[in-house]
């Protein structure tokens, strides 16, 4: 590193028997004096010194930038007091940085601004990496409160859908949060202006009906179509519901057999208004991003590995051969294999067909 | 970390300066916008982009970070709509990116179903004077590998390229890259031995070279002719029984060899240079019988060794008599029973070198054998070097976690009792 070079420059004039020193001003006034070694660490002293002559004497006093008070130059002099010392090993320079930078927030973002005025890059790298470890992993709102951000976005700007992917959980409870405010807006609006509103969950064609109906019942995170360029829908959690989808849909092509559309009907419409409820919903980059091919059954066939395959195939003849005896026990047994996270409770309606509740979580 | 209100007041009155009276000030808001890219550039990207609904100040910040490091979920692996959905993702990144200049690039995903993207995106990064980029790639049934575009290799000023997993290497032609210093090619395919060899041929700076070859490869790499490497690291996992490597690095100062199950490597220095200049050669063999080095007098070698490590199994020892021979400076010597050979117990003949080893005597200061266990052989090794290190400060020996208690009781009473060269050595037993 070149600042290191630097410090190993003897000075001039003085004897080698006395320590030298530097003098600093900082913007309130106060002067102080450093060792010469510690001081030209910083490429923006050694600078003024070399290029200047300043810093020698009292008077001549190199005035630092307003930037750095007189806290931060004593904790910017005792980072350079150790690492100017070229003898230490990496270890023992990585494990003063870990302890040195152990400081509140506040005067993370003074000392960041400070060492970047006298441009000593190592301690702006240290602090910034400090603050970025700060910032990462955190929501919006816990990340104002650290900094104490304002919060002066409208809430247009920031309902403006993030353009992120959504199998990311932070994002995806953000959207959330701001598709229910933007839900909330938006019926404000509807109760002034008497507007047509975007669609909603019930306004959905009798063909997307029975299409998610076919094939998307497990989906508990809830399909939601918000505008009106969205072209297909989004399946969330495809890993954890693909087995159950196929259990459904095997189950749903064995109860046609038996005249139960109706019922099959019944039981998307019961699962599907259950899901409704929950209205999750982080699909409002659908519009941005078009997926194709959602609801075709041979993708979902394609994802399935074969050794699951054979098990539904096997559960679906198991299903097939006692359909004679108890019918809504087993059906709510098979049903419940595919669904490890979803309990499917079933009871038999007073007309004799079935209903199904879903947990709502 | 977290702030409390008392240390707000501290900080506040510690400060001569009276201008901000309110406990509760935003700080890092006042950064310069240099500085808060900065800190965002240590982020992912993701992250980064979050940061834009904070408040009016930080909306535009992230689109102005010099880097780009995107990374796909799990579920991408099975989901071609999530695939799909991360192609557009980035893409839009790169859109909202208003950098002209980019300093890192780094991707991690399962290939998407039109790769055509995938090359725009380079295309992209290459335009905008990208310095470093890193990419892996997941092969996915209908996609299983990712075939590099050419403009890549025309990058003028790329420093950095890593590449990994399913990517394919084809150079058909003159390669063009002036910066390049750093390259990792990490169990990637070739299209043939020529992209090796140009790629190698064409790189003025390489500096640092990273390898790890696999059997199904499609290459047979066994002349790396590079005179400005400094750092070399090839791992082979290819099963075969005989390596030939032919290395002409005249500079290189940092060689690591790692190999699994080859039984024989036939090294060739080409070049009266080679490896003189080396201060740290690691080998990490396992099952290894044989070594042998062709074209050069090992005397020669090793002058500047300064740190040598040995992660051997059986007949990997046999290195340590020659290693302590010829490197005459040598200050660290680490030792290792590969991890693929403990707990086997299989007994070696180790013959400690005829004469004490110049290095004991005057530059070796500390030596760490991990895996150590109580086998005759180990022991014999520690007690030789114990007794004819001179200077040694240090010995660190670090057993297996399985051994129970009482053994390990009684190794280290065996080593206490072994006779010690150097006044100052201390023995650590872990």
């Known amino acids: 590193m070149s600042e290191v070079n630097m410090a190993v420059i003897k000075p001039e004039i003085s004897s080698q028997m006395m320590k030298s020193y530097i003098w600093l001003q900082t913007a309130d006034g106060s002067i102080q004096q450093v060792e010469r070694e510690v001081a030209m660490f910083c490429p923006m002293i050694c600078h003024e010194v070399i290029q200047k002559g300043m810093g020698s004497s009292k008077n001549c006093a ?34 003063f940085d870990e302890k040195f930078i152990r400081m509140d927030t506040k005067r993370l973002c003074e000392l960041t601004s400070a060492a970047d ?8 790298d240290l602090t910034s990496r400090a603050l970025a470890r700060i910032i990462e992993g955190k929501s919006p709102e816990e990340i104002r409160e650290i900094f104490h951000l304002p919060d002066d976005l409208t809430e247009e700007e920031k309902l403006e859908p993030l353009k992120n992917t959504t199998d990311d959980p932070r994002i995806r409870l953000l959207n959330r949060l701001y598709a229910k405010k933007r839900k909330e807006l938006k019926e404000r609006q509807k109760i002034k202006n008497a507007e047509v509103e975007e669609e909603r969950v019930d306004d959905r064609s009798v063909d997307d009906l029975l299409s998610f109906i076919n094939g998307d019942n497990g989906d508990s995170k809830g399909i939601k179509t918000s505008k009106s360029k969205k072209k297909n829908r989004k399946r969330k959690d495809q890993q954890k519901s693909t087995s159950t989808n196929e259990t459904i849909k095997n189950h749903n092509k064995e109860l046609n057999g038996l005249n139960s559309v109706r019922c099959s009907a019944e039981v ?3 699962s599907w208004a259950g899901v409704g409820a929950t209205s999750n919903l982080h699909d409002v980059e659908d519009d941005i991003f078009a997926s194709k091919n959602e609801l075709d059954d041979g993708d979902i066939d394609d994802e399935i590995d074969l050794a699951l395959k054979e098990k539904i195939d096997r559960e679906v ?45 | 970390m977290a702030n409390s209100p008392c240390q707000e007041i501290d900080v506040s009155s510690k400060r001569s300066k009276s201008s901000d009276k309110e406990v509760c000030f935003d700080r890092i808001s006042r950064l310069p916008d240099v500085l808060i890219q900065h800190i965002l550039s240590f982020l992912p990207t993701k992250e980064a982009m979050t940061t834009s609904i904070l408040s009016k100040r930080w909306l535009p910040i992230w689109t102005s970070v010099p880097i780009i490091d995107l990374q796909d979920s799990r579920s991408c692996r099975t989901d071609s709509s999530l695939r799909l959905r991360f192609g557009q993702f980035v893409t839009r990144v790169l859109i909202l ?5 980019l300093d890192k690039f780094r991707l991690e995903f399962n290939m998407v179903d039109h790769p055509s993207y995938v090359k725009t995106w380079f295309r992209d990064a290459v335009s905008r004077d990208v310095k470093e980029l890193d990419i892996t790639v997941h092969g996915t049934q209908s996609f299983p590998i990712l075939k590099l575009p050419f403009v890549l290799f025309t990058a003028k000023t790329l420093q950095v390229l890593k590449l990994s997993n399913e990517v394919e290497l084809h150079v058909p032609g003159t390669v063009s890259l002036p910066c390049l210093k ?3 090619l990490v169990w990637i395919k070739y299209r043939n031995d020529e992209s090796v060899s140009r790629i190698f041929a064409d790189c003025h700076v390489l500096q640092e070279l990273v390898l790890h070859i696999y059997v199904g490869d499609n290459t047979t790499i066994s002349n790396i002719s590079i005179p400005t490497l400094k750092i070399m690291s090839i791992r082979f996992a290819t099963g075969q029984h005989k390596h030939q490597l032919k290395i002409n690095a005249p500079i290189l100062e940092y060689l690591n060899l790692e190999d699994n199950l080859g039984l024989e490597f036939d090294l060739e220095l080409s070049g009266s240079k080679s490896l003189c200049n080396a201060k740290s050669v690691s080998l990490h063999w396992d099952w290894h019988s044989k070594m042998t080095w062709r074209n050069f007098r090992p005397h020669r070698l090793f002058h500047k060794l300064v740190r040598s490590e040995l992660n051997v199994g059986y007949g990997g020892w046999n290195m340590l008599s020659l290693f302590l021979e010829i490197s005459y400076n040598l200050q660290l010597l680490v030792l290792a029973k590969n991890d693929n050979c403990r707990g086997l117990g299989l007994e070696c003949r180790w013959k400690p070198p005829k004469y004490v080893p110049e290095c004991l005597l005057s530059s070796l200061e500390r030596v760490d054998f991990k895996g150590f266990e109580d086998v005759a052989y180990q022991l014999r090794m520690v007690k030789y070097i114990l007794g004819n ?6 010995m660190d020996i670090f057993t297996d976690g399985d051994l129970p208690l009482e053994s390990k009781l009684d190794v280290l009473k065996k080593l206490l009792m072994f006779p010690r060269g150097s006044k100052e050595c201390q023995l650590h037993f872990n």
Not at chain 1, 81 to 92: A, I, R, W, Y
Not at chain 1, 117 to 124: F, I, N
């Open chain 1, 62 to 95: 190199i005035s630092l930038p307003q930037r750095v008070n007189p806290a931060m130059l004593s904790l910017i002099i005792d980072y350079c007091q150790f690492h100017q010392v070229p003898g230490h090993s990496n270890k023992e320079r990585k494990s």
């Open chain 1, 117 to 124: 005025s006298l441009q000593l890059k190592p301690l702006v």
């Open chain 1, 268 to 270: 998307g419409q019961k």
């Open chain 1, 317 to 361: 003849e198991d299903f097939a051969r006692r359909l004679n005896s108890d019918w809504p026990e087993r059906m709510q047994e098979i049903l419940s294999f595919g669904h490890e996270r979803e309990p499917v409770h079933f009871s038999l309606n007073g007309n004799g067909s079935l209903r199904r509740y879903t947990n709502s979580e």
């Open chain 2, 97 to 101: 990116n208003k950098m002209a200049c």
């Open chain 2, 182 to 184: 750093v390259l990792h």
């Open chain 2, 389 to 394: 290190a001179q200077v040694l400060k240090m």
